[in-house]
Structure formats: structure tokens, C-alpha cells
């Protein structure tokens, strides 16, 4: 009887009540560390929205949206522009001297994954608004999960596009057509959520408990693992350095990263894709293509300016310089902004400081389609790439015909059409971000990483990327909203914003 109520219940109630449930968390933590201030704020804050989100369940319980493909856009983007409101109540009552903007700001950091700081300091947050943040983003990355295939799959967004794009105009049109048919819409979100949320949490609970055993304070491994799951970078501590799991949790983190490229890894056969191999994946391939050989180059070029100068080569010197440099890069081409603790290891060792270009280059890039990671997505530079290859091809042998299959074939043509045109949208994002920064007063190479690190959802970016670590507080109450609406556009992707115009949609 409950979940049958819960179906009439429209997307954004759905999720104000989880938001509201979740508040129970870091209250739960705060009444356990003795932080009753901390406590009363978040038990107040769950109560009241409790309460609200009942009463629009009264007022909106069994209306059905006209268009269900508009209903569910619509929802999307005001869940990202409303929900962080919500959050930041409690986050602001509990905090000291934080005010809402400040606290709105971190929540939209936080949900769409971006895991953008405004307090460096560590110290300056009690250990349940931490937690907080953690689990926002933790539910943003589930949000993400849930988004790509019961809503961006159907509608042929979100990097879908790319396979299915041999259906041109009219194909798109059925596919809404067909979302906006559906009786109730609720029902394949609560199919795929019922699928996915055991193996989101699951996930998240195994890598927890790998960080304990390594030695991890139990707190600060369910923010690390919170993080790695959905890829928000967010940590209690100020990232990995000081994380007493040592080594041995950055490996297992490392192992972790692969559920950001591709989504094989999780939910094989969702997609109609049961027959789809891990190891014939193109984002993994491409992926493992990336980080291996931005790995060897950036150990290359330590190592040679380290014989040059004639510096000792210890194995130590070595292994820092090789595991500094994969799992950063595997970390930011998955959009989660981790940093090794030996990942200064080799400018000590060569002297030579690591360019940030590099990570700027990945994070763009981004991870696999349907997956927590934000930037590009593997896929559609898969899709430029394999064309590419074939026009080179043609070139040098204009009578040669491509083989590789009808889905091949299909990637390489109207796939990489699609992919190219979501890459100038991309393009344009990025010049009317940067000018929008610019008209704040932010100067143009602090405007270009900040730009990147909004628009991929990879907040670190802006503190690793740089010449100097670039920090969020210190810019206008301005470049902070227009870097809070570039986060909700990278997450969103231009595409979905696009494809609210689509008149299909609006037709009855």
C-alpha cells in the first residue's frame, strides 16, 4: 500500500523526503560525539522538512504530468537549483559564523558532485557537517545513477546519444513519445532505483570497511568512501595526505575509480547491452589508453631531468613517482579530485613541478557514460576518435571500406556527429562561463580552471591545476553563483537543457 502511494507521488517530493531522512545521519553522528548543537539543527531541520514534504505529498498525490519527458527535465533541473536550499538550513543553523550563501554554495558543490570547498581549513567544520557534505554528495552520485538510466537513457541524453544516433529526427521523437505514454512514470524509477541503491550502498559499505582494516579512523573512511563512490572528492581532512590508511587505502580507492568509467561495471544488461564485455568496453580501453600513457609521460619526463642532474634513483624515489602520478590521474580523469600522497614524491625527487594542464585535460575528458563522473564522457571522444581514424584512413586508401560492424559503423558516422555537436556546446559553455567570470573580475587563467573544474564537477581542479591553489572563498559573492550554475550545467549536461526546447515535449 505504501509504495503503491509512493508511485503517485511526483520525482521532486521523492526527493525532498529522502533529503529530509537523510538529515537523520549527522544528527545520529552529532548526538554520538556529543555536538547537541549540531544535533538539535539537523533533528529540527529533518522534522520540519518532513513535515513539508508531506504536506505537498497531500496537495500533489496522484496528478499525472502531461508530458512525462518535460515533467521529469523540468524536475531535474529544479532539484539541483531547489534541494540544495534545503540542505544548506541545517548546514548554516549548526555551523559557526557560515552564512547561507556560504552554505547554499557548498550544497550545490556537494550534490551535483562537484566537491568545490569554500573552507580549506578542515578544523573549521565540525566533524557532522562534514559528514553532511559527504553524504549530499553521496546522494547526488545516486541521484546521477538513477537519472542516466531511468530518464537520460530513454530520452537518448546523457551520452546515449552516440549509440543510438542512427535513428535520426524522427527516432528521437518516438523515444519521447514513448516516455510521455507511460502511465506512471514512477514505476521504472522505482524498478532501476530498486536495482541500483543495494549496489550503490553495498559498494560503498565494502569500501568502507577495506578502509578500516587499512587503519582508517571509521568516520573519515565513510566520507572517503561516500566520495569515491560518487566521485565528489570530498573529504573531512583535506584530501588523502594525512589519511592514516596509508598506501594501502590509496590502492584500494584506486580499485574503486573503475566504477567512474564505465558502466558495465555495475549495471550490466540495464542499458539492453547484456552481451557487452568489460574487456571490449571502448571507455575502459580508452580509459586505460589515457591513464597509462599520461602515467608513462609524466614519469618519463621526471626521470630524465632526474639522470640529466645525476640524482640518486631509489626504488622509494620511483614508486612515489609512479603511484603519485596513476592514481592522480586515474583520480581526475574520473572527476573525483584526489590527490596522492605521493603525488609531490616526484617534483621532490626531479625538482620539477608536475603541469596542471595535464589533470585540466583529464578532467574534461571525464568518465563513462551513466557513471557518477562528470566532463565529456569517454564515449563521445571515443566516437571522435574512431572517425577520425577513419577519415585518416580514407585519405591514404579512398576506395577502402570500414569494417568493424553496423554499430561500428554508426559510431564512427552519426555518432561522432552527435558527439561533436554536444563538444561545441561544451565549447560554448565554456567561453560563456569564462566571460561571465571575467565581468566579476576574476582574472582569465584563474577564470579557465575554475571554468573547468565547475563545468566537469571537479571542484579540486582549481587547487591542483593552477601555478597557485586557486581558493573559492576568496572570490566575489558573484563568480560563486555563476560557478554554482556551471556545476548544475556540467551535471545536467548541455544537452538535457537543450532538449527542454524540443517541441516534442511541450506538445500534449
Request: net charge positive; proline share 4%; glycine share 10%.
Amino acid at each position: 500500500m505504501l509504495g503503491r502511494t509512493l508511485r503517485t507521488l511526483p520525482l521532486f517530493v521523492l526527493l525532498m523526503g529522502v533529503g529530509a531522512v537523510a538529515m537523520l545521519l549527522p544528527a545520529l553522528h552529532a548526538w554520538a560525539s556529543r555536538d547537541f548543537a549540531s544535533m538539535r539543527a539537523f533533528s529540527y531541520a529533518a522534522l520540519l522538512f518532513a513535515l513539508l514534504t508531506g504536506l505537498i505529498a497531500l496537495a500533489t498525490t496522484g496528478r499525472q504530468p502531461r508530458s512525462a519527458a518535460r515533467s521529469q527535465l523540468l524536475t531535474l533541473l529544479l532539484a539541483y537549483a531547489l534541494l540544495p536550499l534545503m540542505f544548506a538550513v541545517p548546514f548554516q543553523e549548526a555551523g559557526r559564523n557560515i552564512t547561507f550563501f556560504d552554505a547554499w554554495f557548498e550544497m550545490v558543490s556537494s550534490f551535483t558532485t562537484t566537491g568545490a570547498a569554500l573552507f580549506e581549513d578542515a578544523g573549521r567544520l565540525q566533524p557532522s557537517l562534514h559528514l553532511w557534505r559527504a553524504t549530499v554528495g553521496w546522494l547526488g552520485g545516486l541521484l546521477a545513477w538513477i537519472m542516466a538510466i531511468a530518464i537520460f537513457a530513454p530520452m537518448n541524453l546523457g551520452g546515449f546519444e552516440v549509440r543510438t544516433a542512427g535513428g535520426g529526427p524522427r527516432a528521437s521523437a518516438s523515444h519521447f513519445n514513448q516516455i510521455g505514454r507511460t502511465t506512471l512514470v514512477q514505476d521504472r524509477l522505482f524498478r532501476h532505483a530498486g536495482t541500483l541503491v543495494p549496489i550503490y550502498a553495498a559498494l560503498t559499505f565494502v569500501l568502507w570497511l577495506g578502509l578500516v582494516i587499512a587503519g582508517e579512523v571509521p568516520y573519515i573512511a565513510l566520507c572517503h568512501a561516500m566520495a569515491v563512490l560518487s566521485s565528489s572528492g570530498i573529504s573531512p581532512i583535506g584530501g588523502l595526505y594525512f589519511a592514516t590508511s596509508g598506501v594501502w587505502g590509496e590502492m584500494l580507492i584506486f580499485a574503486f575509480f573503475v566504477f567512474a568509467l564505465s558502466r558495465l561495471t555495475f549495471s550490466r544488461g540495464m542499458f539492453g547491452d547484456s552481451d557487452a564485455r568489460l574487456r571490449r568496453d571502448p571507455e575502459m580501453r580508452l580509459a586505460f589508453g589515457l591513464i597509462a600513457g599520461t602515467t608513462i609521460l609524466l614519469f618519463a619526463r621526471h626521470f630524465i631531468i632526474t639522470v640529466e642532474e645525476g640524482a640518486p634513483n631509489g626504488l622509494t624515489d620511483l614508486f612515489a613517482s609512479v603511484w603519485g602520478s596513476l592514481f592522480t590521474v586515474t583520480s581526475f580523469l574520473t572527476t573525483t579530485g584526489f590527490e596522492s600522497r605521493y603525488w609531490e614524491g616526484a617534483t621532490v625527487w626531479s625538482g620539477l613541478e608536475t603541469p596542471g594542464l595535464f589533470l585540466v585535460g583529464l578532467a574534461l575528458i571525464g568518465g563513462g557514460v551513466a557513471t557518477t563522473a562528470g566532463g565529456v564522457k569517454l564515449l563521445r571522444v571515443y566516437a571522435l576518435a574512431r572517425h577520425s581514424e577513419r577519415e585518416v584512413e580514407r585519405l591514404l586508401h579512398p576506395s577502402s571500406v570500414g569494417g568493424g560492424g553496423r554499430e561500428a559503423r554508426m559510431i564512427r558516422q552519426q555518432g561522432a556527429y552527435v558527439a561533436w555537436i554536444f563538444f561545441m556546446l561544451f565549447a560554448l559553455s565554456v567561453a560563456a562561463t569564462m566571460l561571465l567570470l571575467s565581468l566579476t573580475g576574476v582574472q582569465f587563467e584563474t577564470a579557465m580552471v575554475l571554468t573547468v573544474a565547475s563545468l566537469s564537477n571537479t571542484g579540486p581542479l582549481a587547487i591542483v591545476a593552477a601555478e597557485q591553489p586557486i581558493a573559492y572563498a576568496g572570490l566575489p559573492y558573484l563568480a560563486q553563483t555563476v560557478l554554482a550554475g556551471a556545476m548544475v550545467l556540467g551535471r545536467l549536461e548541455t544537452l538535457a537543457i537543450v532538449a527542454l526546447f524540443n517541441p516534442e515535449i511541450w506538445r500534449r
